[in-house]
């Protein structure tokens, strides 16, 4: 599958964003979806995923409460909400497709086949 995601920019702290991600190439509603982010000299790291329908998700404690992923299955794409956004919160944010079929979600990067490019959100203070 092809991720494309977008969305990403340069905000003030306690603003928002809403990133989004489009895939192609394979059928997308079978398959856990999820984001990722990384820092300058930090290691990717986990911020949230969503099962394949859509009705079970996972956040990592640092965006609990602020973030929120959701997918629309009709549209091939899944999202994600940031309020209350903090500097912080300053990384490229990937997302991901499961490797495994109609299960998930699931929080660990080596869950997950295929990643889209990356979009980068910087929250100044």
């Known amino acids: 599958v092809q991720l494309q995601a977008s969305g990403g920019g340069l905000v003030q702290a306690g603003g928002s964003l809403r990133l989004s991600c489009a895939a192609s190439?394979?059928?997308?509603?079978?398959?856990?979806m999820g984001w990722f982010r990384q820092a300058p000299g930090k290691e990717r790291e986990f911020v949230a995923a969503?099962?394949?329908?859509?009705?079970?998700?996972v956040y990592a404690d640092s965006v609990k409460g602020r973030f929120t992923i959701s997918r629309d299955n009709d549209k091939n794409t899944v999202y994600l909400q940031m309020n209350s956004l903090k500097p912080e919160d300053t990384a490229v944010y990937y997302c991901?497709?499961?490797?495994?079929?109609?299960?998930?979600?699931?929080?660990?990067?080596?869950?997950?086949?295929?990643w889209g490019q990356g979009t980068q959100v910087t929250v100044s203070s």
């Open positions: 190439g394979r059928t997308f509603s079978g398959y856990a």
């Open positions: 969503i099962s394949w329908r859509g009705d079970n998700t």
């Open positions: 991901a497709a499961s490797k495994f079929i109609y299960s998930g979600p699931f929080g660990r990067s080596a869950d997950f086949g295929s």
